[in-house]
């Protein structure tokens, strides 16, 4: 069966140090993948796309990577603060002739940032 | 600044009642999504419109209807409410991009939702 999994519901940081999470995914071939961001109350915000043929992309103190043989994407930030502190989610995207069914978020990582 | 707004933040409502929640958009996207967000379970698609007055199912459109009179309006209706409704529901747009016919999404704040 299909599946997408993000590395633990929860993850606790120290300030400074590199934030490290996971997107696994089973039996799917996405076109790319997207992370966003979603604080408590709040929708969720896009932050970075990467394409099944990039391995790599940055924005800022963001980093993801993205294995189509592993099936698998790494999204780090760098230097973290507490302000980072958030849940974030991972989305495969399908690209095809249904303009809606082509996204599958993953269940979310909740990142606390500890000052 | 791009805009999503849903019309309520909290809402509870009575086994049976007809809810209806709204969503504006103000950036002129094609295309709209109402999702329901349970904790472990992701976010997941209830229905989407890619146009005027079209609608399509998405994963568990059961129980639910929608509405899209106008471009930048998309109506989700509950009609008889039932307790394993109560969620958070988050409404989305997007326009056709250079990755797909769904580039990034814009989500609103989201309606979380109690039936009693």
């Known amino acids: 069966s299909q599946k997408i999994e993000q590395n633990s519901e929860a993850l606790n940081i120290q300030e400074g140090k590199t934030a490290t999470l996971t997107c696994n995914y089973t039996?799917?071939?996405?076109?790319?993948l997207q992370w966003y961001r979603q604080d408590p109350g709040r929708g969720p915000v896009f932050l970075l796309l990467?394409?099944?043929?990039?391995k790599e992309k940055r924005k800022e103190r963001l980093k993801v990577t993205f294995d189509t043989t592993l099936k698998q994407s790494l999204f780090h930030i760098t230097a973290s603060q507490p302000a980072d502190s958030a849940t974030y989610l991972c989305?495969?995207?399908?690209?095809?002739?249904?303009?809606?069914?082509?996204?599958?978020f993953g269940p979310g990582t909740r990142l606390s940032v500890l000052p | 600044d791009v805009k999503v707004t849903q019309s309520s933040r909290y809402l509870v409502k009575r086994t049976g009642e007809k809810v209806f929640l709204e969503c504006v958009q103000d950036?002129?996207?094609?295309?709209m999504f109402w999702y329901r967000q349970d904790p472990g379970l992701g976010l997941r698609l209830i229905y989407f419109s890619y146009d005027v007055k079209m609608k399509e199912k998405g994963d568990i459109p059961e129980g639910y209807s929608v509405s899209r009179e106008k471009k930048e309006r998309f109506s989700l209706i509950l009609e008889s409410a039932s307790t394993n409704q109560t969620s958070m529901y988050l409404c989305a747009s997007s326009n056709p991009g250079s990755y797909g016919p769904n580039e990034k999404l814009f989500f609103g704040s989201g309606t979380q939702l109690s039936v009693l």
């Open positions: 989305a495969l995207i399908f690209v095809g002739d249904n303009y809606g069914q082509n996204f599958v």
């Open positions: 039996n799917y071939s996405p076109a790319y």
């Open positions: 950036m002129d996207h094609e295309n």
């Open positions: 990467i394409r099944e043929n990039e």
